[in-house]
């Protein structure tokens, strides 16, 4: 998605208030959507890659999630196919699965609503250039090695963090 890509801008319970030029929304520090996706391959690892230097938000730093903003009008749930196949560079993904939605805000003007979903990718990654600079596969247990070895987006960090509490949350509920 471009600069002059226009988004919807939504407010604090993330109903649209407007629309803006994605560059223009960045600039000013509107609050917009944004939805991330934990990609797994067949072995249930998570891809993991580093951004290109040329992104317009954490160039350079690691995410554990595919994904970026939500156009004007479109669904979370469309936007998340859409990044996810685009990024990974494959076609014919599965739906992702939504697991659960946040209000990602720096303090600093960066704010948007994070959709955070999951999906299986088993077919052969064609990573796209523009984004991804490096890409790789990573078990869970080398995923949380690395967290403290490569600089993160926060964005992606917050909503990992999340889906790790989420889960944890689940599985003590079945279990208790």
């Excluded at 999630?65 to 014919?92: I, K, P, Q, T």
């Excluded at 077919?123 to 600079?133: K, S």
């Amino acid at each position: 998605m471009s600069a002059e890509e226009i988004i919807d801008i939504v407010d604090e319970n993330d109903r649209v208030v407007g629309r803006s030029p994605r560059g223009e929304a960045y600039a000013r520090g509107l609050r917009h959507r944004c939805a991330f996706v934990l990609a797994r391959d067949a072995e249930g690892r998570i891809f993991v890659h580093r951004r290109t230097a040329t992104k317009q938000v954490f160039p350079s730093l690691y995410d554990m999630f595919v994904g970026g903003v939500v156009g004007a009008g479109e669904s979370y749930d469309e936007a998340a196919l859409r990044e996810a196949e685009e990024e990974l560079g494959v076609s014919g993904l599965p739906r992702p699965e939504h697991v659960l939605t946040f209000l990602y805000d720096d303090g600093a003007g960066r704010s948007w609503w994070s959709a955070v979903y999951e999906v299986r990718c088993e077919r052969p990654v064609r990573p796209q250039a523009e984004e991804v600079a490096w890409g790789d596969f990573l078990s869970e247990a080398e995923l949380e090695r690395r967290l403290g070895e490569w600089e993160w987006t926060p964005d992606g960090l917050a909503a990992y963090q999340r889906l790790k509490a989420y889960r944890a949350e689940r599985s003590g509920r079945v279990e208790g």
